[in-house]
C-alpha cells in the first residue's frame, strides 16, 4: 500500500504549534502523526478521556503522551495543552465528524457543546 502526504513542508521544524484535522475516521490521528514524523516532529492529540478507559486504547493514548480531556470538565486538558505548545511541542486538534445528511437538526444542541449525535451505535458523542 502507498499513501502520498502533501503539505508536510508546513509544519514547522521546531516550537508549539497546533495541528488542526478533520476527524472523519478513526485512523485520521494515525496518518496525521506519519505526516508529523515526516516533518521530525511528534504530535500530541487532545483525546477524550473515555479512550483512556480501554485497555488497548489506554495503553496507546499514554504511550503516544496524548491529553486526556474531559469534556465536562476541561480546564485541566486546556492547561495541558497550553503548557505543551510552551514547550515547543506539536499538538493535534480535531473537529468532530460532520453532521450527515440524515442527522437532523433536532438532535444538534444550542450551544454547540456537543454538536450532534451519531444515530450509529458507536462511543462518539
Request: proline share 5%; net charge positive.
Amino acid at each position: 500500500m502507498q499513501f502520498t502526504m502533501t503539505g508536510v513542508q508546513h509544519i514547522p521544524r521546531a516550537g508549539g504549534a497546533v495541528s488542526a484535522i478533520n476527524h472523519t475516521a478513526y485512523t485520521d490521528p494515525f496518518y496525521a502523526s506519519l505526516a508529523a514524523r515526516r516533518g521530525k516532529r511528534w504530535l500530541r492529540f487532545l483525546t477524550k478521556v473515555e479512550v483512556f478507559n480501554h485497555p488497548v486504547g489506554g495503553f496507546v493514548a499514554r504511550q503516544a503522551r496524548q491529553i486526556p480531556v474531559d469534556r465536562l470538565h476541561g480546564t485541566q486538558a486546556y492547561d495541558l495543552a497550553v503548557q505543551a505548545l510552551h514547550d515547543g511541542e506539536l499538538l493535534g486538534a480535531s473537529t468532530r465528524r460532520p453532521p450527515s445528511a440524515a442527522a437532523s437538526s433536532s438532535r444538534r444542541s444550542s450551544g454547540g457543546r456537543r454538536g450532534w449525535r451519531c444515530r450509529r451505535r458507536c462511543r462518539c458523542s
